[in-house]
C-alpha cells in the first residue's frame, strides 16, 4: 500500500496532497553536518550561481536545487555540501540571511532524510513569549 493511501485509510475525512519534485534526492558523501539546507532562493537561481555562492567558503562537492515538476521551475530550496564540517559552518555563519539574487536565503544544517520515517522538527510556538520548543 503506497504513503498516500495508508494515511487517508487512516484518516479517511482528511485530503492529503505529497508534493513530488522532479529531481532525485541528494546523497553527499560528506558527514551529514557538512550538508547545508538553502532556502528563500529566487527562482532565478541556478546551480552555478548557488555553487558560486558557496565556494569561496571552501570546496563545494554538491549542488542540488529542487525543482516542482508541477510549475516547472525551482521550488526555491535546495542543499549544497562542502568536503567537511568547518567549511559548512563558515559558508553557513556568513550566508545566512544575506540575498542572492535579490532575495535572502536562510541557511541551515540538512538534516538527512531517513527511508519511510517520520521526520520531527521542532518549531517555535507562536504562543506566550516564543521562544518554547514545540513538537
Known amino acids: 500500500m503506497d504513503r498516500t493511501r495508508a494515511l487517508t485509510a487512516q484518516n479517511p475525512n482528511q485530503t492529503f496532497s505529497l508534493r513530488r519534485f522532479c529531481s532525485p534526492p541528494m546523497s553527499c558523501s560528506s558527514p551529514s553536518n557538512s550538508k547545508l539546507f538553502v532556502g528563500g532562493m529566487s527562482w532565478s537561481v541556478d546551480e552555478k550561481s548557488l555553487k558560486d555562492a558557496f565556494s569561496s567558503f571552501g570546496e ?16 526555491g530550496f535546495g542543499f549544497v555540501c562542502f568536503t567537511n564540517q568547518p567549511e559548512a ?8 540571511g ?3 539574487l535579490g532575495q535572502p536565503l536562510r541557511i541551515s544544517y540538512a538534516l538527512e532524510k531517513v527511508r519511510d ?17 514545540k513538537q
Not at 562537492?61 to 525551482?74: F, M, P, Q
Not at 520515517?117 to 520548543?133: D, F, Q, W
Open 60 to 75: 563545494v562537492t554538491e549542488v542540488k536545487i529542487l525543482n516542482d515538476k508541477a510549475i516547472g521551475r525551482s521550488s
Open 89 to 96: 559552518t563558515s559558508a553557513k555563519d556568513a550566508i545566512d
Open 98 to 100: 544575506k540575498a542572492l
Open 117 to 133: 520515517a517520520p521526520v520531527v522538527v521542532h518549531r517555535l510556538s507562536s504562543i506566550g513569549n516564543g521562544t518554547s520548543l
